[in-house]
């Protein structure tokens, strides 16, 4: 399963990484506003968005790229690792 998380904070990269090999996802974090990044957001099987850490022009282009490419999308107001695992055992539980 891949999987794309924006939003987030910086020093948690690493620890998300390790969290989604856990789940056997690949995975693409964008913490901050990359210039193409809905060209960049491909077509993952889900899209995590931690609302709590992002700007709302970073929200709205992410959501719009997932609406375009029918991606689900899972908001989470909190950008804990213990959220994001949350997120990924029920996803993983749903496919199964």
Do not use: W
Not at 33 to 48: E, S
Request: charged content about 30%.
């Amino acid at each position: 399963m891949s999987v794309v998380i924006v939003g987030g904070h910086d020093r948690m990269v690493c620890r998300y990484k390790k969290i989604c090999k856990k789940y056997n996802c690949r995975a693409k974090i964008f913490t901050q506003m990359a210039t193409g990044m809905d060209k960049q957001i491909g077509r993952p099987d889900l899209l995590v968005l931690f609302t709590n850490t992002i700007s709302h022009k970073m929200a709205k282009c992410a959501v719009d790229e997932a609406r375009r490419s029918e991606i689900e999308v899972i908001r989470c107001h909190t950008s804990s690792g213990n959220a994001l695992m949350e997120i990924l055992e029920r996803e993983v539980q749903k496919r199964v």
